[in-house]
């Protein structure tokens, strides 16, 4: 008998033969941080969410101790391996801030950012099939958009690390997390602390800092979802050479290559394998059982849409935006972080509403 567990080893094996061993490792962090999310119900969208409305403080501290564990390890890395390893530096702009909390309040209509979309999809939620495709459209159309963003406002990219120093810059991204989880703390209406939360964060920080080792980047979402709706669009006829963007080499050669050598590819692909094996085995998948309206749907599809571009506009999700931003020393990720989380209060109380509606409608 076939076992789960045979069942992707099997694929690692293959895939190893055929794109080789460092693609191979790729897909297998990604299916264990799929595998991770989803077992432990750790995520960015849901944690926000529970702290905005509930004063949950649970899931907000452990995101903090995930960042501030992969910054002690990756920050160093980076700056003693020029060259070999690269951070997750973008730059701050006023188009970049404005996009990320558009991507903040989109991500509360649909409860997903990058990652829990993949993962949602992954384990069968409707409303995260329903916005997955519409968020690789809109991270297309937003790489469309870079050339018209970064001339209307100026785009300055801040690194902690090179300002000041690895040291410093360690110090400063874990005082700076150490602050943020004391006002979290201090409006905080029960316990802090959760083992189920913690033990995610430390295996996804253990997750990350691989991912870095492996892939010589960290972790991201965004971009392979892109990828994959420009291949297709290049299948129907759109020329890649229109696009400032996708003219760039290292796009241009991720446009004519294999999404199989892709690195956030492989690791998107195997968000959905690890959170849908995570179901599997637990026999509980997380769609939403209660009764909604159709028109939801359609609204799953839209804010998906404005996933796509906003994340490419605010150069990356609460993954590669956020987590892998703060973690890299870059001045960018923290931008990310309270414009994030300035649309995400809008977005609660939106998509409140409209939920409430839409379930009155479906009974």
Known sequence: MVTRTSLVIILLLTLAVIAGVRFSLLLGLGITIGFVLERYGFGFAGPWRRFIRDRDAQGIIAQLIAIGLTALAIQPLIAYAPGTLIGAIAPVSLTMIIAAAVFGL??????????????????????????????????????????????????????????????????????????????????????IWNRRFLTAAILLAALAILHVLIAGQPWGVVYGLGLWAAKAAQGIGWDPNTAQFWVHPINASALKGSILTDTTSLTNIGLVMGSALAAWIDSVNRPFKQPIAIWY???????????????????????????????????????????????????????????????????
């Not at 949602?120 to 790489?143: D, E, K, Y």
């Not at 999700?317 to 209060?345: D, E, K, P, Q, T």
């Open 106 to 191: 989109s991500m509360q209509m649909i409860l997903g950012c990058g990652s829990g979309t993949l993962v949602n999809a992954g384990s069968g939620n409707p409303l995260a099939l329903a916005a997955l495709p519409f968020f690789g459209l809109g991270s297309f159309l937003g790489s469309l958009l870079i050339p018209v963003a970064i001339q209307s406002t100026p785009h300055i990219p801040l690194s902690l690390t090179k300002l000041l120093g690895v040291e410093r810059s360690v110090v400063i991204t874990l005082a700076g997390l150490l602050i943020i989880g004391l006002v979290v703390r201090g409006f905080s209406q029960g316990p």
């Open 297 to 363: 749907y359609l609204i799953a599809a839209l804010f998906g849409l404005l996933l796509g571009i906003s994340s490419r506009l605010a150069f990356g999700c609460n993954v590669g935006g956020l987590f892998s931003g703060i973690a890299s020393g870059s001045v960018h990720g923290w931008a990310w972080l309270v414009a994030g989380f300035i649309g995400s209060i809008a977005g609660v109380y939106l998509r409140d509403n409209l939920w409430l509606l839409a379930s009155r409608e479906a009974k």
